[in-house]
């Protein structure tokens, strides 16, 4: 089917910036909005950001103007550029795409994918 595969996580001080990447590959007819999300053991899963095929973004409030979602469509991926990071941004970061697909000669609706996700820790 689909898989979605992030990298780019680590270990960075308060301050420090890192930059995530996911790739959707496999049976893909078209991929839509794409987003990450990201969950520590405190919180429920959260979205980071989101943009969609015609890079329309948005952001949750607590990193706008810190995070930048950016996409290549050619690449079918999805960066998040994350400056002036704090210990609050410490979780498990997800990628997810809404993507078409088929599988043989049966094309499939549009269906939501998760990577296997990438930790983002920020030490103070």
């Known amino acids: 089917q689909v898989q979605l595969v992030e990298s780019g996580g680590g270990l960075v001080q308060a301050g420090g910036s890192l930059r995530l990447s996911c790739t959707a590959s496999?049976?893909?007819?078209?991929?839509?909005?794409m987003a990450w999300y990201r969950q520590d053991p405190r919180r429920q899963r959260e979205m980071v950001a989101r943009?969609?095929?015609?890079?329309?973004?948005n952001y949750q409030d607590s990193v706008k103007g810190r995070f930048t979602i950016s996409r290549d469509n050619a690449r079918n991926t999805v960066y998040l550029q994350m400056n002036s990071l704090t210990p609050e941004d410490t979780a498990l970061y997800y990628c997810?795409?809404?993507?078409?697909?088929?599988?043989?000669?049966?094309?499939?609706?549009?269906?939501?994918?998760w990577g296997q996700g990438t930790q983002v820790t920020v030490s103070s």
């Open positions: 943009i969609d095929s015609g890079g329309i973004t």
């Open positions: 997810n795409a809404d993507v078409a697909y088929y599988s043989g000669a049966v094309r499939y609706p549009i269906k939501g994918f």
């Open positions: 496999g049976n893909i007819n078209r991929v839509f909005g």
